[in-house]
Nanobody, 120 residues
């Protein structure tokens, strides 16, 4: 299982970005997906999560500004980020919880991260 995150970039405060996370591999089923971020000198934190049935949860700091969606058929997740603030600057990582076919255990997989920089 491999995760490829892309779509970060440099944007002015108030702008928008829509990073994506594509999951590839064979013989697996993606259960939960999520976006995390890590700013310099800070711990990695959950930004948004989404279950296979598209039940979502968000960090308080992004509620009303960010929206997470997924396409199960394409094993893809997007994070629509609007009204961006300088404090949103961080490396954004996608993470999934997935089951290999025939295996009950759920394993975690991380993508490599995409940089989001918001200028004031």
């Amino acid at each position: 299982v491999q995760l490829q995150a892309s779509g970060g970039g440099l944007v002015q405060a108030g702008g928008s970005l829509r990073p994506s996370c594509v999951v590839s591999g064979s013989l697996f089923r993606v259960v939960n997906m999520g976006w995390y971020r890590q700013a310099p000198g800070k711990q990695r934190e959950l930004v948004a999560g989404i279950t296979r049935d598209s039940i979502t949860n968000y960090a308080d700091s992004v509620k009303g500004r960010f929206t997470v969606v997924r396409d199960n058929a394409k094993n893809t997740m997007f994070l629509q980020m609007n009204s961006l603030k300088p404090e949103d600057t961080a490396v954004y990582y996608c993470k999934i919880e997935a089951q290999r076919v025939g295996v009950v255990r759920v394993s975690e997989y991380w993508g490599q991260g995409t940089q989001v920089t918001v200028s004031s």
